[in-house]
């Protein structure tokens, strides 16, 4: 027996050796004797990073962000845990988005670890076939084909066919009479990736939708009926660039929409569905990219715990608060005791009511979370301003606070507490490796 155990220990060396090899070097059991090699610990959390304010400002890496990454990164350019980066922009596409990324941190990101604002549309197969007016900037027709839709019109489409619609500015009047071309099919949906260029164009032409049910052919119609649907991306009121001070986003545009159709109509512009942070959806479908990085990686462990870092209160914040919001309601439904505690406490109010069909569409697409805690990380380089504190949990403050979020989005102060604060990215890597004993201290 004695002569045998030399050579069992040198097949379970190489057997950990060829598991290493299969798994990507990360730490695996040997097929003889079962125990688990020491290499490299298996991440049990994921990180979702925001971009602007966090890694970068306008297209300048922020220092801290490369130190961070080198903690994240092996030697081979392999992430040592599982990464996607959840960014409300969506003018370009995730290919696009993820060399841009790598460029400037100088890691290797393929398009599978990049959210964009409308990333989650791909779960919207039901609109993927019906003619959908599309508003932004960059590709937008190519964007809306490569999340899935197959008969896209966009506002520039809308003019050339309506030239008499767009009266804002007085030098793209037409200069002669015309009449509608009218070539375009009825639009049944209306989708909105981003802000675009020319405000009055857009706002113009998408009331004008609404207003007539999709055929600019016919005369507004202001009778109380229900619009067609309407799905928007990206609901930052403002965001951080290269500026001293934040600069308008998406949200601005919707608030004037918004606002505009109310004003004409009397009634409430109505969502679809609401995409990018501080969405559930966006949140939900970033934990999905998590579990299949942790999946192709061979890492056993379920990925349980995420970290959201961020640098805006009213999205990243909110956004992360509301999604752990969600996973303890669901660790609540299988407790009666905790479902009665639920109700009663802070677990209902700020979230937006989610209608079964949301919840069927999650499940059916992207299947149940694996996570059962989304822990929201704050940074102060971007639109936070740690100057400025936090209102206190109090009904007298929550009056006097200015609410940056979305209209559809109750203010609930818990919801814009962070569970960290940090310096910078850095620091929040930092403190997440030591909060899950994680790598080197």
């Not at 097949?11 to 290493?20: D, I, V």
């Amino acid at each position: 027996m004695r002569g045998l155990l030399p050579l069992y220990r040198d097949l379970c060396t190489l057997s950990n050796r060829q598991a290493r090899r299969k798994a990507g070097a990360v730490g695996s059991r040997c097929g003889f004797c079962g125990t688990r090699s020491n290499s490299k610990p298996q991440p049990r959390f994921g990180l979702l990073f925001d971009i602007d304010g966090v890694l970068v400002r306008g297209k300048q890496p922020i220092p801290a962000a490369k130190k961070a990454f080198e903690k994240l990164v092996d030697s081979q350019g392999r992430f040592v845990v599982p990464v996607v980066f959840v960014t409300n922009a969506g003018n370009c596409l995730r290919q696009t988005k993820a060399d841009q990324l790598a460029h400037i941190l100088g890691v290797p990101i393929t398009q599978d670890q990049v959210i964009l604002s409308h990333s989650p549309l791909r779960m919207f197969k039901k609109f993927h076939d019906k003619c959908v007016l599309v508003s932004g900037q960059g590709p937008v027709l190519e964007i809306a084909k490569n999340v899935g839709f197959n008969n896209v019109v966009s506002v520039d489409m809308l003019r050339e066919s309506f030239p008499l619609m767009d009266m804002v500015d007085h030098n793209r009047r037409p200069k002669l009479p015309s009449s509608p071309v009218g070539n375009l099919p009825k639009v049944e949906a209306v989708i909105l990736f981003g802000e675009p260029i020319r405000w009055e164009t857009n706002l113009q032409l998408i009331v004008d939708i609404l207003l007539t049910n999709g055929n600019l052919s016919s005369v507004h119609q202001t009778r109380k009926t229900p619009h067609i649907p309407l799905l928007a991306c990206n609901m930052d009121l403002m965001w951080m660039a290269e500026a001293h001070s934040p600069r308008f986003g998406h949200g601005t545009f919707l608030v004037c929409l918004e606002n505009i159709y109310k004003k004409i109509t009397g009634q409430d512009l109505k969502y679809e569905a609401l995409m990018g942070k501080p969405s559930e959806l966006t949140y939900h479908f970033a934990e999905y990219l998590i579990r299949s990085q942790a999946l192709q990686r061979q890492w056993e462990l379920p990925v349980t715990s995420l970290y959201a870092i961020g640098d805006n209160l009213m999205t990243d914040i909110y956004g992360a608060n509301l999604y752990n919001r969600y996973l303890e309601e669901r660790v609540a439904r299988k407790n009666p005791k905790a479902v009665a505690q639920m109700a009663s406490g802070a677990g209902s109010g700020a979230a937006v009511p989610r209608e079964e069909e949301g919840d069927n569409l999650w499940e059916s697409e992207l299947a149940l979370p694996s996570a059962t805690s989304c822990k929201s990380v704050l940074v102060c380089t971007g639109v936070y301003n740690p100057n400025v504190e936090v209102p206190p949990d109090a009904s007298h403050c929550i009056k006097e606070t200015v609410f940056h979020g979305h209209r559809d989005f109750r203010f609930d102060p818990a919801l814009v507490e962070p569970d960290h604060i940090v310096q910078d990215v850095a620091e929040a890597v930092q403190r997440i490796f030591e909060q899950e004993k994680f790598g080197p201290q």
